[in-house]
């Protein structure tokens, strides 16, 4: 399937062009122009958006289940064009972008299916009791309703699964909500795309329009007037720390302030105890290598730390991820921005006091080549910014003189999305004395594994104290990131006949 984008935005069922454009900075192939989101593009769409809240947020969950799973049909009969147009923007490799969609998809479904299993809506119900004393008890209904429309950030990361149709717009239409997507201007085409695969299956479910509406990117001013504007209910964001703490004011400034939930990325520690790095320190060097350099470091997941003790196996450990990294070819990186980031990044850990330089490549414009460095647990400690992520594959090893050390480092972590743990039954000990910490700080705690690849399910946790997240009680993978855009209402002593279908 050929696929040449047309540049315009998708307001509730139009394709509208603005007069000023942008140009896409394609990884490889053709440029294209695209129109700049406006602010009366954001009042079109969030208008439309209420209005179909109206008729949408009522409807059944088989009725949303259906939309959703035509929503799945329609992206992967577009398949081979997401895919392409995706390659050309993002440098991805063609097998990465098709797990991706397929994930996109699959979550799709997994949410089409749980919201049809009626779990995500927590009903309760307190019978009457008139003969109480003394005082008697109402009859007392509670379920989750959907808040209105949502406003959602297309990341840079994720073109697919955190993107048009990713997670949080997945969520939110699951829960009954309209979407309003802001579109990433690292991939407009592939958002294009996306979007037309929502539009058909809006008109194949006979769904009002303004369910979802596309707005690319551009200009900044578009993102405030977004999270800013009345009819919007919650945002979800994925993508900087900066970027995301600025929308996350702007939503706790309102007049009516609304729920940010901002995924903001970490760091994503692993701590490497004495059994297993005694062990079996050259497979987990091995295994870190490979995890900090997939898809060029550029998953939030991204494990850009390890925790080992002093002595010869944390010397060998950090020869093996050396050797290991140095294999490791250049690849492209999402943009140019992305990639004169993680140069300024590496720059920063490269000139801190204190910091042992492993592995020093080239990063050429939009290529990027790994980075490996080391220092103390008393360096780190007194240093905050080793602390701070650098979105690309480099490594900090930190080397721990005593257990205490070990301690004090996770004491000393700011909110982080996961924490690991590499340990051999022998560690229990240690491990059980860092778990009451990293607990508090992540919100996914692995044993033996690494973070990156992020299950899509019932039980996944893709979230954690800030700055990982905006909000320390949410996920946004999975299916319990569906209760983001629900609130409970209690109904007291309502007849039947006024209650929500779900109570009947």
Same mark, same amino acid.
């Given at each position: 399937?050929?696929?040449?984008?047309?540049?315009?935005?998708?307001?509730?069922?139009?394709?509208?062009?603005?007069?000023?454009?942008?140009?896409?900075?394609?990884?490889?192939?053709?440029?294209?122009?695209?129109?700049?989101?406006?602010?009366?593009?954001?009042?079109?769409?969030?208008?439309?958006?209420?209005?179909?809240?109206?008729?949408?947020?009522?409807?059944?969950?088989?009725?949303?289940?259906?939309?959703?799973?035509?929503?799945?049909?329609?992206?992967?009969?577009?398949?081979?064009?997401?895919?392409?147009?995706?390659?050309?923007?993002?440098?991805?490799?063609?097998?990465?972008?098709?797990?991706?969609?397929?994930?996109?998809?699959?979550?799709?479904?997994?949410?089409?299916?749980?919201?049809?299993?009626?779990?995500?809506?927590?009903?309760?119900?307190?019978?009457?009791?008139?003969?109480?004393?003394?005082?008697?008890?109402?009859?007392?209904?509670?379920?989750?309703?959907?808040?209105?429309?949502?406003?959602?950030?297309?990341?840079?990361?994720?073109?697919?699964?955190?993107?048009?149709?990713?997670?949080?717009?997945?969520?939110?239409?699951?829960?009954?909500?309209?979407?309003?997507?802001?579109?990433?201007?690292?991939?407009?085409?592939?958002?294009?795309?996306?979007?037309?695969?929502?539009?058909?299956?809006?008109?194949?479910?006979?769904?009002?329009?303004?369910?979802?509406?596309?707005?690319?990117?551009?200009? %900044?001013?578009?993102?405030?007037?977004?999270?800013?504007?009345?009819?919007?209910?919650?945002?979800?964001?994925?993508?900087?720390?900066?970027?995301?703490?600025?929308?996350?004011?702007?939503?706790?400034?309102?007049?009516?302030?609304?729920?940010?939930?901002?995924?903001?990325?970490?760091?994503?520690?692993?701590?490497?105890?004495?059994?297993?790095?005694?062990?079996?320190?050259?497979?987990?060097?091995?295994?870190?290598?490979?995890?900090?350099?997939?898809?060029?470091?550029?998953?939030?997941?991204?494990?850009?730390?390890?925790?080992?003790?002093?002595?010869?196996?944390?010397?060998?450990?950090?020869?093996?991820?050396?050797?290991?990294?140095?294999?490791?070819?250049?690849?492209?990186?999402?943009?140019?921005?992305?990639?004169?980031?993680? %140069?300024?990044?590496?720059?920063?850990?490269?000139?801190?006091?204190?910091?042992?330089?492993?592995?020093?490549?080239?990063?050429?414009?939009?290529?990027?080549?790994?980075?490996?460095?080391?220092?103390?647990?008393?360096?780190?400690?007194?240093?905050?910014?080793?602390?701070?992520?650098?979105?690309?594959?480099?490594?900090?090893?930190?080397?721990?003189?005593?257990?205490?050390?070990?301690?004090?480092?996770?004491?000393?972590?700011?909110?982080?999305?996961?924490?690991?743990?590499?340990?051999?039954?022998?560690?229990?000990?240690?491990?059980?004395?860092?778990?009451?910490?990293?607990?508090?700080?992540?919100?996914?705690?692995?044993?033996?594994?690494?973070?990156?690849?992020?299950?899509?399910?019932?039980?996944?946790?893709?979230?954690?104290?800030?700055?990982?997240?905006?909000?320390?009680?949410?996920?946004?993978?999975?299916?319990?990131?569906?209760?983001?855009?629900?609130?409970?209402?209690?109904?007291?002593?309502?007849?039947?006949?006024?209650?929500?279908?779900?109570?009947?």
């Amino acid at each position: 399937m050929t696929f040449v984008p047309h540049g315009k935005h998708l307001i509730a069922g139009e394709w509208l062009a603005s007069d000023n454009t942008f140009v896409s900075a394609p990884a490889h192939g053709p440029e294209h122009h695209y129109s700049v989101g406006r602010v009366s593009d954001v009042d079109s769409a969030t208008s439309d958006a209420e209005e179909a809240f109206w008729s949408y947020g009522y409807s059944s969950r088989e009725e949303r289940a259906a939309f959703l799973n035509a929503v799945a049909d329609e992206i992967e009969a577009r398949a081979v064009a997401i895919t392409l147009i995706g390659m050309q923007e993002t440098g991805l490799p063609e097998a990465r972008l098709q797990g991706e969609r397929g994930r996109t998809t699959g979550q799709i479904r997994l949410f089409a299916d749980h919201i049809l299993a009626g779990k995500y809506l927590d009903m309760r119900h307190d019978v009457a009791l008139p003969d109480r004393q003394p005082l008697p008890r109402p009859d007392l209904k509670m379920v989750q309703r959907p808040i209105g429309p949502v406003a959602v950030f297309g990341a840079s990361n994720f073109p697919l699964a955190f993107s048009t149709a990713g997670g949080d717009t997945a969520a939110a239409l699951a829960a009954g909500c309209p979407v309003v997507v802001k579109g990433h201007s690292a991939h407009p085409g592939t958002s294009e795309i996306v979007a037309e695969a929502i539009y058909a299956a809006i008109k194949k479910c006979d769904i009002h329009p303004g369910v979802f509406s596309l707005i690319q990117g551009g200009d %900044r001013r578009v993102g405030a007037a977004l999270v800013q504007h009345p009819l919007i209910k919650a945002v979800g964001f994925t993508g900087s720390l900066a970027g995301g703490r600025a929308l996350f004011d702007l939503c706790a400034a309102r007049p009516e302030p609304i729920p940010f939930f901002g995924e903001l990325g970490s760091v994503n520690p692993m701590f490497i105890l004495d059994g297993a790095l005694n062990s079996r320190g050259d497979d987990i060097a091995t295994g870190w290598a490979g995890s900090l350099t997939m898809g060029a470091g550029q998953f939030c997941t991204n494990p850009g730390i390890a925790i080992v003790q002093a002595g010869e196996a944390g010397d060998q450990f950090a020869k093996t991820a050396q050797d290991a990294l140095a294999s490791v070819p250049a690849q492209t990186m999402l943009t140019d921005g992305i990639a004169a980031a993680y %140069r300024d990044g590496k720059r920063r850990i490269a000139e801190t006091d204190g910091v042992q330089e492993l592995l020093n490549t080239s990063c050429d414009q939009r290529k990027a080549t790994p980075y490996l460095y080391r220092t103390t647990a008393q360096n780190w400690l007194a240093n905050e910014s080793l602390a701070e992520e650098v979105f690309g594959p480099l490594g900090v090893i930190i080397t721990a003189e005593t257990t205490d050390e070990m301690l004090e480092i996770a004491l000393a972590l700011q909110g982080q999305l996961t924490c690991t743990l590499h340990m051999d039954d022998g560690d229990i000990d240690a491990a059980r004395a860092l778990m009451p910490i990293i607990e508090r700080k992540a919100g996914r705690v692995l044993a033996n594994g690494f973070p990156t690849g992020v299950e899509v399910s019932d039980a996944m946790v893709h979230g954690g104290p800030y700055p990982a997240s905006t909000n320390f009680g949410a996920t946004s993978v999975g299916t319990l990131s569906i209760r983001r855009f629900l609130r409970p209402v209690c109904y007291q002593n309502l007849p039947d006949a006024l209650l929500p279908a779900q109570f009947s």
